[in-house]
């Protein structure tokens, strides 16, 4: 029995119609929140998307925290400095290897303290005493053990709540140990996601540990790759294939890193930015202060690498480098054309929806076209306008009291080292064509009549896979499984699960594969999606139980209130 056979609703609907739909089971404040949040695209007139606003209370989000934002995605992969979590154990316990942010020791002596999860442990005496005494005996602790280069500290939630004065107790530490000790007031609930604590990370990284180290580069062409994590190895392959290429990385933020390399961050000839959301702050920053222009790049997709590489190219104009990159894109193109050409002819025409985070939701769908798949549903977890809409409607976004809440930092020009021949050289290549600073965001790269929907609740995706029947979905552990009940493969694009790495072109092969498994094993066709149990008449057995449980509740009570007329 298939779904058209039952179901009362039309075979396609449209974007429209769908909205429509999912919009449907909600109160009608939620509903129209919520239609601000949906927007069926026209790429060549973007349309306004409602993000970076709360979730309404009720809905299911994947969104995380401010904390998680701060500690577990933009600071806490830096390898070689101790990440004390001040707070209540399971924050420290869930941000323990989770994510997948890789690292290896190259180098005799090489640290790597990311095997460990440090916590202040905090019990009800610290909520109501305060609890800057314990946090400082376990910088004590961890530095009498450890004898780090640096710690830093992370406020969880109640931390914020009781007043516990993070910075100060950092100050002290410092200058008792002789070490930088930093902390950042990234409690959990002080922005509307995750993104709040980018922002303070960024703020963070800039003004304790950027420009430490002044030591100045050799080689010719250095970069900084920023708003890279590691995911699954990610940042090894884009390293790699930049060094075939002749390109030096100077530091990844924060993809396998270390203290030393982005103490020298500012050394580098151009940043060169992945995650936009995450890192965009720090690239501003460092514009402004040392004159360091950006660029935006995405390694994910065969045809992507291929013109991030010529971007970079490009700007550092010398017909040398531009040949080489040539050579190395003329040879892994080759390589991968053969498995290109073999899962194109399989999976083409077949549909995908992408709901991840802040970037990948756009990165991942040049994956998805390099093999002819069609995107016809994204969104971001926790992105903002410029995301989805480009970096022209910044001027007119609304700064409201969320946002408000955290730091902007105020960035001035070193006198010493701010780079007045990167400027001169930005501005003659402007002229000539090169687009420095720009990031154009989802909207802009898919069709019009997809339907783009920020921060998608269970319910919306429940609906979307019912009546728009992806293939697959790209999303992410907490929706997975929600997902695959119904007979929907889920490609995980967080930490990928086991998988990876998908960047560069080495990559897309992976991801080519696994996404051709995913849709051609038969075990999907063994899960019947509940719309079609319920449609034949059968109850879902999950609900089976406490229906005839509630039944009998209600017969029980029934004959109690008769009692009384019986007596
Ligand atoms: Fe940037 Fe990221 Fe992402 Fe992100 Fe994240 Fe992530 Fe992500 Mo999960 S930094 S926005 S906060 S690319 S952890 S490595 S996969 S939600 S799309």
């Given at each position: 029995m298939t779904t058209e056979e039952t179901s009362c609703e039309p075979a396609e609907l449209t974007a429209d119609q769908l909205k429509e739909e999912m919009l449907k089971?909600?109160?009608?404040?939620?509903?129209?929140?919520?239609?601000?949040?949906?927007?069926?695209?026209?790429p060549d007139a973007i349309p306004e998307i409602g993000a970076n606003s709360r979730?309404?209370?009720?809905?299911?989000?994947?969104?995380?925290?401010?904390?998680?934002g701060c500690r577990g995605v933009v600071i806490g992969p830096i390898h070689d400095i101790l990440h004390i979590t001040h707070g209540p154990i399971g924050c420290g316990y869930y941000s323990w290897l989770t994510r997948r942010n890789m690292v290896k020791a190259v180098n005799e002596g090489d640290t790597n303290?990311?095997?460990y999860a440090m916590s202040t442990d905090m019990m009800e005496e610290q909520i109501v005493f305060g609890g800057e005494k314990k946090l400082k005996q376990a910088i004590q602790e961890a530095y009498d053990i450890f004898k780090p280069k640096a710690i830093s500290i992370y406020a969880t939630c109640p931390v914020g709540l009781i007043g516990d004065d993070v910075h100060t107790v950092a100050r002290e530490m410092k200058e008792l140990l002789g070490i930088n000790v930093f902390a950042f007031s990234c409690e959990g609930y002080r922005g509307v996601s995750q993104s709040a604590g980018h922002h303070i990370a960024n703020n963070g990284v800039f003004k304790h540990i950027v420009g430490l180290d002044d030591t100045p580069q050799t080689?010719?062409?250095?970069?900084?790759?920023?708003?890279?994590?590691?995911?699954?190895?990610?940042?090894?392959?884009?390293?790699?294939?930049?060094?075939?290429?002749?390109?030096?990385?100077?530091?990844?933020?924060?993809g396998d890193v270390n203290y030393e390399q982005i103490k020298n961050a500012h050394t580098a000839h151009i940043n060169t930015i992945m995650c936009h959301r995450s890192i965009n702050y720090m690239a501003e920053m460092m514009e402004k202060k040392y004159g360091i222009p950006w660029i935006k790049v995405n390694f994910i997709g065969a045809d992507q690498s291929a013109k991030s590489l010529r971007k970079i190219g490009a700007f550092f104009e010398?017909?040398?480098?531009k040949d080489r990159i040539e050579e190395v894109i003329a040879q892994e193109m080759a390589a991968l054309k053969p498995i290109r050409d073999r899962v194109t002819a399989r999976c083409k025409g077949k549909k995908a929806a992408l709901f991840v985070g802040g970037s990948r939701a756009h990165h991942y769908q040049d994956l998805f076209k390099?093999?002819?798949?069609?995107?016809?549903?994204?969104?971001?977890?926790?992105?903002?306008?410029?995301?989805?809409?480009?970096?022209?409607?910044?001027?007119?976004i609304k700064v409201d009291a969320d946002s408000r809440n955290i730091e902007e930092l105020t960035v001035e020009e070193d006198p010493q080292r701010f780079r007045s021949d990167f400027v001169e050289k930005k501005k003659r290549l402007e002229a000539e064509g090169f687009s420095f600073s720009d990031y154009h965001g989802m909207m802009t790269e898919m069709k019009k009549n997809t339907l783009v929907i920020d921060d998608i609740?269970?319910?919306?995706?429940?609906?979307?896979?019912?009546?728009?029947?992806?293939?697959?979905?790209?999303?992410?552990?907490?929706?997975?499984?929600?997902?695959?009940k119904m007979g929907i493969p889920c490609k995980q694009l967080h930490s990928y699960d086991y998988g990876g790495p998908y960047s560069v072109f080495t990559g897309a092969a992976n991801f080519y594969e696994e996404v051709d498994r995913m849709l051609h094993t038969k075990v999907?066709?063994?899960?019947?999606?509940?719309?079609?149990?319920?449609?034949?008449?059968?109850?879902?057995?999950?609900?089976?139980?406490?229906?005839?449980?509630?039944?009998?509740?209600?017969?029980?009570?029934?004959?109690?209130?008769?009692?009384?007329?019986?007596?």
């Open positions: 089971a909600y109160p009608s404040k939620t509903a129209k929140k919520r239609a601000k949040q949906m927007i069926v695209n026209d979730t309404v209370p009720g809905l299911i989000t994947q969104r995380g925290c401010t904390y998680a303290y990311l095997q080689h010719p062409y250095t970069i900084n790759v920023l708003g890279e994590y590691n995911i699954g190895g990610d940042a090894w392959e884009i390293d790699t294939l930049l060094r075939k290429c002749g390109i030096h990385v100077v530091s990844t933020l924060s010398s017909k040398e480098l390099d093999i002819g798949m069609e995107v016809i549903s994204a969104g971001y977890e926790f992105a903002h306008r410029d995301d989805y809409e480009g970096r022209s409607v910044l001027p007119s609740s269970h319910h919306e995706i429940e609906k979307l896979i019912k009546l728009w029947k992806p293939d697959i979905i790209g999303s992410g552990i907490k929706d997975k499984f929600v997902i695959e999907w066709s063994f899960v019947v999606p509940p719309w079609q149990k319920e449609a034949a008449g059968a109850e879902r057995p999950y609900y089976a139980p406490r229906k005839e449980k509630r039944e009998k509740e209600n017969t029980a009570w029934k004959k109690t209130a008769e009692i009384p007329e019986e007596v």
